[in-house]
């Protein structure tokens, strides 16, 4: 159809789930760098929210897409051939856990991951209630929903999942709440969408005693604070406790779709009786998606990326300073930059997009400017990130004064 523009049949023909996206038309990505269609490039700051930690399109990623896509696609429904892409992956994965997370179930979402985990602990325990906490994103299907902590988000929705209960972040309240009933806690070891928020100092190890005592299930969502992101392979590490269930997705996939849900055997086995085939899924474990994440982990671990983080994002925040900065929280080479409001980070998120620099703002965070890059990405990079972010600021500020 000649004169309408791809910007145009995407807003036409493609489902939105906001009035204003960012609309960046995409021609190719490599590494930190995105090029749109007018050959304009972009330093990536946030790495397809948490996915690409070895970078965009890594050539070790390709290769493995290529060459799994030649041996084969889907063969069979998830659990039933045994695919060397999800075997050889499940065993890297739990080389690189505690003992205790030593079988894999992989989905195709983080979502479906935490609804697998919910069903699991459900049957595993015999219980129906599951604890959460106020600004916790687990996913958006019906049942992740139920889990994710605010109102805004889910009362369209209703009704819910029942036996469902929130409670703060941090806050000692839910201790007593997890009783006899309680099937599983969901819990981000440092919570994301509200903005990097990391919990108080023994907060997750006296959940993590308090779950043991009551015989319920922890779970550990580490969909986006997982490979490398906050300075360790996984966020958990640093509370030296391990959690009963661990959720993966994002980067697991290396920019493949594919999620998981890690237990132990023995908890893993309650989906293979009463009813048999627990948790049925076409696609999930994807061998393409495995052959990707595997590749990818490879890299993270060969290019010790995760301790990367912590040097990295330590040079970051060092070169961000700004009067109108209320404050950054940060964990690894992740950061939540808070401004006054949304209306200001807004502006800021802009000029930083005009400018060449990819940013966004937190779901349940509006007024924190988001920063979560491949872990790949050079001091060169960082610097110039920071002055397009430091020059933006300033726009913003001199607009707000503007226009007051
Ligand atoms: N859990 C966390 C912490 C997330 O950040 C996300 C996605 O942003 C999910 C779960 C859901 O993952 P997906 O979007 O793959 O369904």
């Given at each position: ?15 939105q ?54 041996k084969y696609m ?22 690189h ?9 992989f ?38 929903l139920?889990?994710?902590g ?6 369209a ?26 099937a ?27 779950c ?35 959720l ?30 627990g ?6 474990g ?18 010790k ?23 950054i ?6 950061m ?35 920063i979560?890059p ?5 001091a ?14 300033d ?10």
């Open positions: 159809m000649a004169g309408i523009s791809n910007r145009q049949m995407f807003l036409q023909h493609v489902a789930t906001s009035g204003a996206p960012m609309s960046i038309e995409v021609q190719k990505a490599g590494g930190v760098i995105l090029t749109d269609v007018s050959g304009k490039e972009y330093i990536d700051l946030v790495a397809g929210i948490s996915v690409c930690n070895v970078g965009h399109c890594h050539p070790a990623v390709v290769k493995a897409v290529h060459g799994q896509a030649e889907h063969v069979m429904v998830y659990g039933e051939f045994v695919e060397s892409p999800q075997v050889s992956y499940a065993k890297l994965l739990s080389d856990l505690p003992s205790t997370l030593n079988t894999v179930y989905t195709n979402s983080g979502a479906e991951a935490t609804e697998g985990a919910m069903k699991l602990a459900k049957r595993f325990t015999n219980r129906t209630n599951i604890i959460s906490f106020n600004k916790s994103y687990h996913g958006s299907t019906q049942g992740a139920s889990l994710i605010d109102e805004y988000w889910r009362n929705y209703r009704p819910l999942l029942p036996g469902v209960m929130h409670f703060d972040y941090g806050s000692d309240k839910v201790f007593n709440e997890i009783n006899e009933n309680t599983c806690v969901f819990v981000e070891p440092v919570q994301a969408e509200s903005g990097v928020i990391v919990p108080p100092e023994g907060w997750l190890q006296n959940l993590r005693r308090r043991n005592e009551r015989g319920a299930l922890l779970v550990f969502d580490e969909i986006q604070t997982g490979f490398g992101r906050t300075g360790n392979l996984w966020a958990f590490e640093k509370n030296k406790i391990v959690p009963d269930m661990l993966l997705g994002k980067a697991l996939g290396g920019g493949m779709p594919l999620g998981a849900f890690i237990a132990d055997r023995k908890i893993m086995q309650a989906l293979t009786i009463n009813p048999v085939l948790h049925i899924t076409t696609f999930g994807h061998p393409v998606s495995c052959a990707a994440g595997k590749a990818a982990f490879e890299v993270l671990l060969n290019e990326l995760a301790e990367q983080a912590v040097v990295k994002g330590r040079f970051l925040l060092d070169q961000l300073k700004h009067a109108a900065i209320k404050t929280r940060s964990a690894g080479l992740w939540a930059i808070e401004f006054s409001d949304f209306n200001f980070n807004k502006k800021v998120i802009d000029h930083c997009i005009a400018n060449g620099l990819i940013t966004d703002w937190f779901l349940f965070a509006p007024q924190c400017l988001r979560g491949p872990l790949i990405i050079s060169e990079q960082l610097s110039t990130a920071a002055k397009i972010i430091l020059n933006a600021i726009s913003a500020v001199a607009d707000s004064h503007g226009g007051s």
